[in-house]
């Protein structure tokens, strides 16, 4: 449309300056004139740099039974509860479970090694202590509101103690898959206390809201299809909104990073600031396939760091079989995720060996060479099965696949749309896909901070909390500063 009318304009403009004369009167003019044209280019200018947004839209995902009325917008109290009964048949399926020997010297490198296997399941059923794990759980305050049609489930963790005239930062932070709220479990009192344990920079104190993705945990399921990031961000906005907060900032790993990602997309005056521990890009082309290949010899030339090179070359040079080993659960996911989910919603055995599998690799590559994964030197036995647990007695582990599904289609659907709000990137060595600045930069227009953390992989609240909470904390102070 501008190519059309700005030439025209140009035209006009000019027609009348060259029949001005050169008179004192008409000096006066011709400066009147080029104000003028300075004004459209700079309307002109501006038009082209206006902000893109996700429509916000709207969605139902109850049961099509359910009349879509006024929707209770309470904010109900929710406590996580056992039973005998509960328990009673998780050690029932645990005691049946077989086992197939793994390969001599396997170790991970064909998945979970079942003689592992047995380790954690004699302790799941002779020494974990749910009842124990339900009591951890609900040390901090649970809730449960409905949008949309669905229950949304969240903790919401306020400082005990604010300092006179420090300001109180609200935070939503968001899991992803195979994680859950739990993950942030070591993470929330550094962040809401943090001068209690050593992290007193500036003046930043947050109040932490962690929501559990619908179809994850204690978050009810979606009844209808495609829900997918977008649905998710716009549903965390109206509960951040119904919980009273107008600017928030948002930090997310996982699918939380797609999720945060499309919150900011979608509505950039409510978010003060992104934290993001991955960035997943999804814009391709001639440009980044140039970077490629020359950043492996020139790094400097597109932009790289020698950390960027460190990091990247070694894994693309044999990158292709790694991808493929590491991303089989995301094509069954995102095809047929119902037919994997029935076995992996009836054995407990079978739930612990996918998720705690991931729990491994992702934590640290080198782990497939450990008979144990390594799990347990970054881990308890009790944090891992506490999260197992969450997807075991919600059921929820059929749901939280799907989303691989609904999301699938949609990858690349909002990747022209930039982000403008401020942002920070924690950069973990062992995380799946290392994305440099110069890269992050042609979606996130506006990165405050970039940091190459010194170690860590997928779980980054789960595995380096202190790490995390220090970068999330640098990120909002500089912010706050701005």
């Not at 700005?6 to 050169?22: A, D, G, K, T």
């Not at 003028?36 to 429509?55: A, N, Y």
């Not at 809730?143 to 306020?158: A, L, P, R, S």
Request: glycine share 8%; aromatic share 14%.
């Amino acid at each position: 449309m501008w190519q059309e009318f700005l030439p025209n304009v140009w035209e006009s403009i000019l027609s009348r300056i060259r029949s001005f004369e050169y008179s004192q009167k008409n000096a006066v003019l011709v400066p009147a004139a080029a104000l003028g044209v300075g004004g459209i280019l700079v309307f002109w200018l501006r038009s082209r740099h206006k902000i893109k947004t996700i429509e916000m839209g709207d969605g139902w995902w109850g049961s099509e039974r359910l009349l879509k009325g006024k929707e209770d917008e309470s904010i109900r109290p929710f406590k996580i509860e056992t039973s005998d009964k509960e328990i009673e048949d998780l050690h029932r399926r645990l005691e049946q479970a077989r086992y197939t020997p793994p390969l001599e010297g396997a170790a991970f490198h064909y998945g979970f090694n079942s003689n592992y296997l047995r380790k954690v399941v004699a302790y799941w059923r002779n020494q974990f202590d749910w009842r124990k794990q339900v009591e951890v759980l609900n040390k901090y305050p649970h809730f449960q509101t409905t949008i949309e049609g669905i229950d949304i489930h969240f903790i919401h963790v306020k400082p005990s103690y604010v300092p006179h005239g420090r300001a109180v930062q609200p935070l939503l932070m968001v899991h992803g898959w195979p994680g859950s709220f739990y993950e942030f479990y070591k993470i929330i009192p550094l962040l809401t206390e943090p001068a209690a344990h050593g992290l007193n920079e500036g003046d930043v104190v947050f109040e932490v809201i962690c929501p559990s993705i619908p179809g994850y945990g204690f978050s009810e399921a979606p009844h209808q299809k495609g829900f997918d990031t977008k649905a998710t961000a716009r549903i965390f906005h109206k509960l951040m909104n119904r919980l009273g907060f107008k600017q928030y900032y948002l930090q997310g790993g996982d699918w939380g990073s797609q999720i945060t990602t499309n919150m900011a997309q979608m509505l950039p005056q409510s978010v003060k600031g992104l934290h993001l521990n991955v960035v997943f890009l999804n814009k391709r082309g001639l440009g980044r396939m140039i970077s490629v290949m020359l950043g492996a010899y020139l790094p400097w030339l597109v932009g790289l760091t020698r950390e960027d090179a460190r990091r990247i070359y070694p894994f693309m040079q044999k990158n292709v079989y790694e991808i493929l080993r590491e991303s089989g659960y995301l094509h069954i996911q995102a095809t047929k995720p119902d037919t994997a989910g029935c076995g992996l919603n009836d054995s407990p055995v079978g739930l612990a060996a996918y998720i705690l599998e991931k729990f491994s690799t992702w934590t640290d590559k080198s782990f497939l060479d450990k008979d144990d994964g390594g799990l347990e030197s970054k881990y308890s036995l009790d944090e891992l099965l506490t999260n197992v647990m969450i997807y075991w007695v919600t059921s929820s582990i059929v749901s939280s696949v799907r989303y691989y599904k609904e999301n699938f289609s949609n990858l690349t659907a909002h990747a022209r749309v930039g982000v403008y709000v401020p942002t920070g990137i924690a950069a973990f060595p062992q995380e799946l896909v290392h994305t440099p600045r110069v890269w992050a930069k042609q979606v996130f227009k506006n990165i405050i901070t970039y940091s190459y953390m010194p170690r860590g992989g997928h779980f980054a609240a789960f595995e380096e909390p202190k790490l995390l909470a220090q970068d999330i904390i640098h990120f909002v102070r500089k912010v706050e500063q701005l």
